[in-house]
């Protein structure tokens, strides 16, 4: 796994989905029973990920899977990132 | 008994995207004519939505451009309905007038100009600034045209203009008023565009309600209706309408922006509403339906209306947003605009935008129900119902009819005690210079409530959320299924989420309209704390959110005395609720309030557990004290202009009215809790006024001192410490009073329990 990306991806979901920084691991389930987001925060993290990566979950055909977690949406995120 | 009263409406005025009067509006929305086009308030090209319902009229053209176009639409809507009334507003009927607003989004069109110009780095302009907050809209309507009646600004967002309506409705029948100017007005805005947007809410063409349903097309306008006692209606030879009968407030303790799927709490809105005007569902003949566009209401509705219309087998259904566009905190009061002109002219307007493989679809779906697609359909109709549902959870209906009906409100009027209280309250610090409230996560976490879910919370919900926890705790009331229908919820605010919506219209300042946060936008809407409230403790009944002032903390308790007096609950929390962050510092900074010699601002949420006596003594419950009157007044004596004036009169009066209606004389009271905020000519006024009236003996305390100025949450703090001061024998007796804009006064008398 890529922790740049997975750091970065961390800081973005602790600024805009006001997650406390030491509740959240990186294979922590983002919409599970650990951190409870809904589909308001998923919108939010498609938003996140573009302007972090310039990759679009929504059109690159992202899963329910790939949100799972932060180690999910970095390898996503790798195997999107251009460049 | 209280609801012997008739209420009837005497007046109409509307504006909206199909039309600026009431007349080309209905005429327009019976020809299915829409009001939706290209969006041109703000560039919309980055943005995968471009369509918007705007209003035609100017700024220049709405009441010179000199307000916000919030109230500005209320200004023209309000000045139909008076004249379509008949009243002289030189006469000493308008003295009696007070308004009743609902919006949404209030002064975002300003708020968009002041933090363009700060992010210049130019100095904002101080009328934009004083225009921002909802607090001032209804004052600003009644000063316009010297209705000199009380005052308030219903917040909930999509639901603020039927529940407005309620409101009036609850006022003339509880005695506290004869004739009200009741509505919505909320005006197109970048805010609401970008946080829709943010939620993929828009649709992306023209919004199809019930139809393709993918999403809403948001529109602007306001409506207003003259909502009158019958005996006052034709003690003036006034022209009557109709009659309205009764109403519904709900909540779903669900979700911040998302109906229940299995439309559970519109579904009791609904009964409510049909079970106080003393009807049966299938006396219904057609609902103006919420009818958004978005999936998530439009199903749920439907669900809602198929299963509680079940037996009916002629009901009408259509929703008018198609044309309208959604209004927001106008839409209930356009909707009932419409409905009562349906119910009159035997007319109901159709849903629009069907072809003619989506009629095959809307006919096998609708079931029973006739929902009128594309065209009109001529009825003869006697009882109709208007629907609104909101952000938050908010659910309100409410019910016009040909005749009076034999209402179902038969609760005999009980006294009503404060059986606990909830304080969050600010500690001085030192560095901010302000009153600032511990909001530790460790003090939610000792309640069960998770992290997942406080994170979600702004500021203001989170401090309205602890007070709201503490005092049901005080009170030693679970909420639990057996209750969660009879408890309701009353916020009073002066500022609301005031922070919230400061930072998301800076946000789309700096980052274009197309980057609104889907996270943040909840939290811009005045209610969100109150529903948050309900989701977190699992209370389903009345929910209301006051943004009027500093006054707005007792005003809930009044509010919430209302609600209890006509059996919709039981128990009402009441509270008063206001944040102090650094966009209030710069706020009232900015205002001339602060600083030497002026106030120091505070926050803090303070809750009051209202409940009636029968209930109290089912529990057992503790009873800090009994509420033995309470009365708002205002008038319009003065330089009307000035919405910060003050006035002797409709204090002296509002002292008056609560002593009469506790049988009680000013020698009696030893102690008022009172309003003093350290701005010089407000605590001479406020002492003066009390020395005149209860004579130089008259203790005041002047909680502020020690709390700073925390607005609506000081104004419930006035009353809590007065019923502690009663609970524990200091006091046998004593007034709370705070005051609003526009020379708006509430008090409330409280005596041994």
Do not use: W
């Not at chain 2, 209930?332 to 009629?359: H, M, Q, R």
């Amino acid at each position: 796994m890529n922790n740049e990306i997975a750091e970065q991806i961390k800081g973005m979901l602790v600024e805009r989905l006001r997650i406390p920084a030491d509740e959240l691991e990186y294979d922590s389930e983002l919409f599970g029973e650990d951190i409870g987001l809904d589909s308001i925060d998923s919108i939010e993290i498609i938003v996140g990920i573009e302007n972090l990566f310039g990759v679009d979950l929504s059109g690159s055909g992202a899963t329910r899977e790939d949100f799972r977690s932060i180690e999910t949406l970095t390898a996503f995120v790798e195997a999107h990132k251009e460049g | 008994m209280l609801n012997e009263k008739r209420c009837v409406i005497t007046g109409l005025g509307l504006v909206c995207a199909i039309g600026d009067n009431v007349d080309e509006c209905f005429d327009a929305a019976l020809n299915g004519k829409s009001g939706i086009a290209d969006a041109k308030s703000f560039d919309t090209t980055e943005c995968y939505s471009h369509k918007g319902a705007e209003v035609r009229l100017s700024d220049e053209e709405l009441a010179g451009g000199k307000y916000d176009r919030t109230t500005a639409l209320g200004i023209k809507a309000a000045g139909e309905a008076i004249k379509d009334a008949g009243i002289d507003m030189d006469s000493e009927v308008a003295s009696e007038i007070g308004v009743l607003l609902g919006s949404c989004i209030a002064g975002a069109a300003c708020v968009e100009k002041y933090y363009k110009q700060k992010a210049k780095g130019e100095k904002g302009d101080i009328s934009n600034l004083k225009a921002m907050p909802a607090s001032v809209i209804a004052g600003n309507v009644a000063d316009y045209y010297n209705a000199g009646g009380i005052t308030a600004n219903i917040v909930n967002a999509c639901a603020a203009g039927t529940l407005s309506l309620s409101l009036a409705i609850d006022l003339i029948r509880g005695g506290k008023g004869e004739i009200f100017l009741a509505g919505g007005c909320d005006s197109f805005s970048s805010l609401a565009y970008s946080g829709f947007h943010a939620l993929r809410a828009l649709a992306p063409s023209d919004c199809s309600p019930f139809n393709h349903s993918d999403g809403i097309t948001l529109g602007e306008g306001a409506g207003v209706l003259v909502v009158e006692s019958y005996e006052h209606a034709v003690k003036r030879g006034a022209r009557i309408y109709c009659d309205v009968l009764g109403s519904g407030v709900s909540s779903d303790a669900y979700h911040i922006t998302a109906p229940r799927p299995d439309g559970e709490g519109q579904m009791n809105v609904i009964t409510r509403a049909v079970k106080n005007s003393g009807l049966k569902f299938s006396d219904i003949d057609y609902v103006n339906a919420h009818g958004t566009g978005t999936a998530k209401n439009d199903e749920s509705e439907f669900l809602s209306l198929k299963t509680l219309f079940e037996g009916s087998k002629d009901l009408y259904v259509s929703s008018t947003k198609s044309m309208t566009g959604h209004c927001l905190g106008a839409a209930g009061a356009i909707e009932a605009v419409f409905t009562v002109k349906a119910l009159v002219e035997g007319k109901l307007p159709p849903t629009t935008g069907y072809s003619e493989e989506d009629l095959k679809v809307l006919e096998e779906k609708s079931g029973s129900i006739n929902f009128i697609a594309n065209k009109p359909v001529t009825k003869d109709v006697n009882y109709v119902m208007s629907n609104s549902f909101a952000f938050g959870g908010n659910n309100a209906s409410i019910v016009f009819a040909k005749d009076p009906n034999v209402l179902n409100l038969t609760c005999p009027k009980q006294s009503l005690y404060v059986t606990g209280i909830g304080m969050v309250n600010g500690e001085y610090n030192e560095e901010k210079g302000d009153y600032i409230a511990n909001l530790d996560t460790d003090l939610f976490k000792a309640y069960g409530v998770k992290s997942a879910f406080l994170r979600k919370l702004d500021r203001l919900s989170q401090l309205q959320l602890l007070s709201g926890i503490r005092a049901l705790e005080d009170a030693g009331i679970t909420v639990n299924e057996e209750n969660e229908g009879v408890i309701g919820i009353c916020i009073g605010t002066n500022d609301g989420p005031m922070t919230e919506i400061a930072n998301f219209q800076k946000g789309i300042i700096r980052d274009g309209i197309e980057k609104g946060s889907a996270f943040a936008f909840p939290n811009t809407v005045y209610n969100a704390a109150g529903g948050y409230l309900s989701i977190a403790t699992g209370i389903k009944g009345y929910n209301v959110t006051i943004a009027n002032g500093f006054q707005s903390g007792i005003q809930s308790v009044c509010a919430a005395a209302g609600a209890i007096m006509f059996g919709y609950e039981s128990i009402m929390l009441a509270s008063g609720t206001d944040e102090c962050t650094d966009i209030d510092d710069e706020i009232f900074s900015d205002l001339g309030f602060t600083g030497e010699g002026k106030m120091t601002l505070g926050e803090g949420s303070v809750t009051c557990v209202i409940e009636k006596d029968s209930s109290a003594a089912e529990r057992g419950a503790k009873r800090y004290a009994k509420i033995a009157g309470f009365s708002s007044t205002r008038d319009t004596s003065g330089d009307r202009s000035d919405n910060s004036r003050m006035s002797e009169k409709a204090l002296i009066r509002a002292l008056e009215n609560v002593l009469e209606e506790g049988g009680m004389k000013a020698s009696d009271v030893k102690c008022i809790y009172g309003f003093g905020n350290g701005i010089e000519s407000i605590d001479k006024f406020e002492m003066d006024v009390y020395k005149k009236f209860f004579g130089d003996d008259i203790e005041v305390k002047l909680i502020k001192k020690e709390y700073g100025e925390a607005r609506a949450a000081s104004s419930s703090l006035q009353f809590a410490m007065l019923a502690k001061d009663i609970h524990e024998g200091r006091l046998e007796t004593g007034i709370a009073v705070s005051y609003g804009t526009s020379a708006l006064y509430t008090a409330v008398l409280l005596t041994r329990a």
